[in-house]
């Protein structure tokens, strides 16, 4: 059944900023979920996380029905269906894939490459690995190429198994440490290790 509250929901725009905690998740572990109306945001992270979940939630709760909550060993939340959430899913997927898509060079900023670390990112020796494994290593090199190109970011592609990931060399650490430390919120600044 449609609220109230979900009508009024479609009828706003992202702004930028929501937009780009949307961009980063989705980059991350965020996923688009069809729904029997279209396609809402879901939000989904261990309870050890719940904190990053909440701070999501806040950020996008004009457009959720209800708050987050806690199922067997996720904590999540999902938006209402949304005609960006289904433009963003044709970008973002091919059939259930999620893919990277080609305006990505123009969405990714500095909030959204916080939200990427936050969900994806990792201390690694005095570097910074992102768990992108679930891209192709043709995409994990447009990836390093944008870092490079938009942000001044070296990464290398590590291999992981069948898989590849990405890792931010030593030199360009403090680099993602400038741009995305204003965006994490407390509880994920050790991934970064300040």
């Known amino acids: ?6 009508r009024e929901a479609r009828r706003l725009e992202l702004s930028k900023r929501q937009r780009s905690i949307v961009v980063g998740s989705l980059l991350g572990d965020g996923y688009l979920v069809q729904t029997t109306r279209g396609y809402a945001f879901r939000v989904n992270h261990s309870p050890h996380q719940k904190r990053l979940v909440d701070w999501k ?7 959720t029905n209800s708050g987050p909550r806690k199922s067997g060993n996720c904590y999540y939340f999902r938006t209402v269906i949304h005609p960006t959430f289904a433009d963003l899913r044709r970008s973002f997927y091919d059939d259930s894939r999620k893919i990277l898509p080609e305006l990505i060079s123009d969405w990714i900023d500095e909030l959204s490459l916080a939200v990427w670390i936050m969900d994806d990112g990792s201390r690694d020796a005095n570097g910074i690995r992102i768990n992108t494994q679930s891209f192709s290593l043709v995409e994990n090199e447009m990836l390093a190429d944008i870092l490079r190109a938009k942000f001044g970011i070296v990464a290398r592609i590590n ?4 898989r ?14 400038q741009l995305v430390a204003p965006h994490i919120i407390p509880d994920m600044l050790y991934k970064l290790s300040l």
């Open 164 to 177: 590849f990931r990405l890792r931010v060399s030593a030199k360009s650490t403090l680099i993602v440490k």
């Open 1 to 6: 059944m449609d609220t109230l509250r979900a």
């Open 159 to 162: 291999r992981d198994k069948d």
């Open 57 to 63: 939630y806040r950020e996008l709760e004009s457009f």
